[in-house]
């Protein structure tokens, strides 16, 4: 199994960035998605969550309609576009894969190794 990050970098207050991951080694159609992030000193917090088909999608509050998540599943890839950045989205942007059953506890997930993001002028 493999998450591979890409796109991160640094990128001006106001300015934009497309994060990438690929995924590999599993049925990438039958998970759902999920981007993280951790900045030095906090926890890691969930950014954006998108379901399998691609049908529903959550974000937290702090990138509500600045940053949106997509996927394609003919090329096993998520998306992250991130517009209008702020010095706090400064952080590590994990790739995260999970599958749970329903009515169960059971859950799965895979992880990127991360790519940086540095919102800075």
């Known amino acids: 199994v493999q998450l591979v990050e890409s796109g991160g970098g640094l990128v001006q207050p106001g300015g934009s960035l497309r994060l990438s991951c690929a995924a590999s080694?599993?049925?990438?159609?039958?998970?759902?998605m999920s981007w993280y992030r951790q900045a030095p000193g906090k926890e890691r917090e969930l950014v954006a969550r998108?379901?399998?088909?691609?049908?529903?999608?959550n974000y937290a509050d702090s990138v509500k309609g600045r940053f949106t998540i997509s996927r394609d599943n003919a090329k096993n890839t998520v998306y992250l576009q991130m517009n209008s950045l702020k010095p706090d989205d400064t952080a590590v942007y994990y790739c995260?894969?999970?599958?749970?059953?329903?009515?169960?506890?059971?859950?799965?997930?895979?992880w990127g190794q991360g790519t940086q993001v540095t919102v800075s002028s």
């Open positions: 080694g599993f049925t990438f159609s039958r998970y759902g």
């Open positions: 998108i379901t399998s088909a691609g049908g529903n999608t």
């Open positions: 995260n894969a999970f599958l749970m059953v329903v009515g169960t506890s059971l859950r799965w997930d895979y």
